[in-house]
C-alpha cells in the first residue's frame, strides 16, 4: 500500500507545563457518526471535541482541518472511603450517540462512572423579559407599566455542555469499554469481570447481562478486555477475554449472556509456546466491521479478521511488529508487553489500521495484501507533508532510512487510534498530541 502523496495532517498540542504532569496524555480518540466532530479524552479528565471547518474554494487544503469546538471537565478524582481506593479521573472510553436533533450527546466514562453529555450551541439570547431586567434580576413590580413580547436577539456563538445523566454505581471492577446499541436506547459497559446493560434514561439500575467472576477468587484465570455491541442487530454483542478467545453472545436466547452461542478461538501451537505466550495473546480491542460481517481482534503482535460465520480460525492474520518476539523479556521487564493497542476499520472495511511502537501506526489493505508503516511526528505534520513509509530492520544490511529494532522508543507509543466513518481521515493519539492525516489524492488508504 502507498502512503498517500498528499497527507494533511493538523495537530494539536498541549502546554509545557501540561507535559509534566501528565494529565494531558490522551486516553481516547472517537469520531462521531458523520466524522463532523472528533473527540478526545485525556488522563486528567477533560473531553476536548474538535470540528471539521467547512471546505474553502480558495484553499482546497483547507478542508479537514479540525479545530477546537469545546472543552470541559468530564471526571473529578474521587475517593471510595469504604475501599481506601482513589478513582482517577482519566477519561477511559467516549461513545457519540446517533444526533437526534439539533444537539449532540456522548457518553464518557472514567473507571467507575459514566456520564451522559449534552452539546448545543446557542447564537441568540432572548431579551426584553417584563418581569426582569437586563441582568436577570426581578424587577418591582410596580415599576412595571406595560407589557412587551420578549424578542430574541444575535449573539456570539455559545457552545454550552450540560450532564444529563451520571450513570454511578454499576461496576465493582475497572470499566474498560462502553458500546451503544444500534437502538440507540441502551448501551452496555464492561469492566474485568461483568457486563451490564443500561436504559440511556435510567440512571439508578442496570441488567447484568455477562458475570465471569467464579465463587472463589483464586480461581479466576481470565478476565473480560474489551466489548462491543453489533452495529445491526440490537441483540449480539461480543467480548474479548485475556485468553485471547472472542465470544459471540444473543441476549434473544437468555437474559443472563454467561454461555455465548458462539466461541472464536485459535487453537494454541504447542510448539510456540512459552512464558509469555498468554500475556502476548490476551486481545486488547475488538471491533465490528461497518457491515457488521467481521471482527477485527487486536493481541500484542497481531491484528486477526474474524468471519462471524467461522469459529474454527481468523480468515486474517496480519504481523503488527513480529521483530519484538525476540525482545519479549525486556518488554516484560518494563511492563510494555502489558500496554493495550487498540484497532480500526475504514469506513468500507477494506483497511484496517493499528498503532506500534516509535510512534509508528500500521495500515493493512485487506484486498491487494500490501502493508505499510507511517510515523507520527512533527515533521509529518507539517501541512501537506508526504508520510513517508517507514522500515524496521532486524539486523543485517540497512537501507538509509532504516531503523533499528533496537534504537525503538518503547516510551512513544500510538494505543489510540479512530477512522473517519466515511473519508479516508485518521486521527492518531501519539501520548500527549492529537495527529489528524488526510489523504488528499484518495489513493493507498482506500
Known sequence: MQASPHCHANVSEPSSEEIT??????????F????????????????????????????????????????FQSHEPEFDYLKSLEIEEKINKIKWLPQQNAGHSLLSTNDKTIKLWKITERDKKPEGYNLKDEEGKLKDLSTVTSLQVPVLKPTDLMVEVSPRRIFANGHTYHVNSISVNSDCETYMSADDLRINLWHLAITDRSFNIVDIKPANMEDLTEVITASEFHPHHCNLFVYSSSKGSLRLCDMRASA???????????????????????????????KFSHSGRYMLARDYLTVKVWDLNMETKP???????????????????????????????????????????????????????????????????????ILKPRRVCIGGKRRKDDISVDSLDFTKKILHTAWHPTENIIAIAATNNLYIFQDKMNSGMH
Open 21 to 30: 504532569s501528565g494529565a494531558d496524555i490522551i486516553s481516547t480518540v472517537e
Open 32 to 71: 462521531n457518526h458523520t466524522g463532523e466532530l472528533l473527540a478526545t479524552g485525556d488522563k486528567g479528565g477533560r473531553v476536548v471535541i474538535f470540528q471539521r471547518e467547512p471546505e474553502s474554494k480558495n484553499d482546497p487544503y483547507g478542508q479537514g482541518e479540525y479545530n477546537v469546538y469545546s472543552t
Open 256 to 286: 443472563l449472556c454467561d454461555k455465548h452461542f458462539k466461541l472464536f478461538e485459535e487453537p494454541e501451537d504447542p510448539g510456540s509456546r512459552s512464558f509469555f505466550s498468554e500475556i502476548i495473546s490476551s486481545v486488547s480491542d475488538v
Open 315 to 385: 480468515i486474517e492474520i496480519y504481523q503488527i511488529h513480529d521483530y519484538l518476539r525476540s525482545k519479549l523479556c525486556s518488554l516484560y521487564e518494563n511492563d510494555c508487553i502489558f500496554d493495550k493497542f487498540e484497532c480500526a476499520w475504514n469506513g468500507s472495511d477494506s483497511v484496517i489500521m493499528t498503532g506500534a511502537y516509535n510512534n509508528f501506526f500500521r495500515m493493512f489493505d485487506r484486498n491487494t495484501k500490501r502493508d505499510v508503516t507511517l510515523e507520527a511526528s512533527r515533521e509529518s505534520s507539517k501541512p501537506r507533508a
